[in-house]
């Protein structure tokens, strides 16, 4: 059984230094984490005796991609295919999309496409991040 999860925080505002978003997969015998803010860091738990891995810096991202077979971009891709976006417009209702925007920006947007206002909107909280 394979489990994503994405958690973003702050210790101030979102657009300040102090944003961080982790990023977490576990599998049958291993928990991964990446995690991206002030400090990046990887970290590997082997679930049968409790072996860790820890990465800091510059490697930590390329750890990650090593260790889960995907960069961090390609976890945020599939955790929005399985999550999908959880946000509907306030403007006329239908259900939102998201895209990725500068480095560490989601954007959602309402698909004019499939009935909606086409209107943007542009937020760091929102969970889900990027599509294909």
Not at 28 to 33: A, P
Not at 67 to 75: N, Y
Request: charged share 25%; aromatic share 8%.
């Amino acid at each position: 059984m394979l489990k994503m999860q994405r958690n973003t925080g702050s210790e101030g505002p979102t657009h300040d230094l102090y944003a961080w978003q982790e990023f977490r997969l576990e599998t049958e015998g291993m928990i991964l984490t990446l995690h991206v803010g002030l400090v990046t860091w990887f970290k590997a738990v082997d679930k049968d005796d409790g072996t860790e891995l820890l990465c800091r810096g510059d490697r930590a991202a390329e750890e990650w991609t090593m260790a889960t077979g995907m960069t961090p971009e390609k976890f945020e891709r599939a955790y929005a295919r399985v999550h999908g976006p959880q946000e509907k417009c306030p403007k006329c209702g239908t259900q939102c999309e998201i895209s990725g925007g500068m480095v560490g920006e989601t954007i959602l947007y309402c698909p004019s496409d499939k009935g909606g206002c086409g209107d943007y909107m542009w937020s760091e909280e929102v969970t889900d991040s990027m599509i294909m």
